[in-house]
């Protein structure tokens, strides 16, 4: 539900009404962590957090409950969550980024809906110059002007901006054309057996050139074999995400490895 213009529900104008620090989210959330990776470093560059039930259930049982009328709370509450999660672990002393998904429907003015996240950042003592915003997939955007200025609006005042699931559904080229974000996640479907497939190495490494020569970040997410890393270093990826580096952890920052990567478990 998108709204660029009239109050959303439940928001009065001067503020953000019962979505205040997600308060009227009733069901309880956590996070979990997964780092994204430099190649060169074996560094983290940033940590993802990933929202999990109370005692660790997956995301499902959370994501369940937001419907039309919560998902403002949801996404406040996400925020607040992760940024209460991150300073309890230490994360900015480890000079990575704190990476929150956010919902693009769920923002009706970005400079009020944003005020619950800066207030957490403040209460923690955590620095906002730490704070990365990923456009989430889990909402179809229907305003694209709308989430083109909720993103202008976040790289304005300061904070890294992603967008995340390039190459799928709305995270085309007509928005990379419109709007520079600092980094594009590809989706882990161009991700997917790379090394053995001709077409998405060629079109994973056209989006690698045109990005570096927009000044973007490229990272590849869902990365789980060897010969997956290697043949997107080879296209030029930079940073990646996924099972081969780490498995996201429950309220905790998971060590980074780069050894025999997980055995996939089957769709089926």
């Known amino acids: 539900m998108q709204n660029s213009g009239a109050t ?5 104008a001067t503020g953000c009404g019962g979505c205040r620090d997600g308060a009227a989210f009733g069901t309880p959330l956590a996070m979990a962590f997964q780092p ?10 940033a940590y993802e957090a990933l929202v999990r039930g109370a005692d660790g259930q997956g995301a499902a049982s959370v994501l369940s409950a937001v419907d039309a009328a919560n ?13 209460e999660a991150a300073a309890g672990l230490g994360l900015a002393a480890t000079g990575a980024l704190l990476s929150i998904n956010f919902l693009p429907n769920a923002v009706y003015r970005p400079e009020a809906c944003i005020r ?7 209460r923690t ?6 704070l990365m915003f990923e456009v989430t997939e889990a ?7 709308h989430l083109r200025r909720i993103l202008r609006s976040y790289k304005e005042m300061g904070f890294t901006v992603a967008i995340d699931d390039f190459g799928a559904g709305h995270s085309g080229l007509n928005l990379l054309a419109d709007f520079q974000p600092d980094l594009v996640k590809l989706d882990m479907g161009l991700v997917r057996g790379i090394e053995a497939d001709k077409a998405r190495r060629a079109i994973v490494g056209g989006l690698v050139r045109i990005c570096a020569d927009l000044g973007v970040a490229v990272v590849a997410e869902g990365v789980e074999t060897e010969a997956e890393r290697r043949a997107l270093h080879d296209l030029g990826v930079a940073l990646f995400q996924g099972y081969l580096f780490a498995r996201p952890a429950f ?13 996939r478990v089957s769709a089926g």
């Open 8 to 12: 959303a529900p439940g928001h009065a």
């Open 36 to 45: 994204i990776v430099e190649a060169g470093s074996g560094g983290v560059f």
């Open 71 to 83: 998902r403002y709370a949801f996404d406040q509450a996400c925020r607040v969550a992760a940024i």
């Open 116 to 122: 619950a996240t800066l207030r957490a950042a403040e």
């Open 125 to 130: 003592g955590f620095p906002t110059s730490s």
């Open 139 to 145: 909402e179809q955007v229907s305003d694209p002007a």
């Open 251 to 263: 309220m905790a920052l998971p060590a980074v490895s780069a050894g025999e990567p997980p055995q």
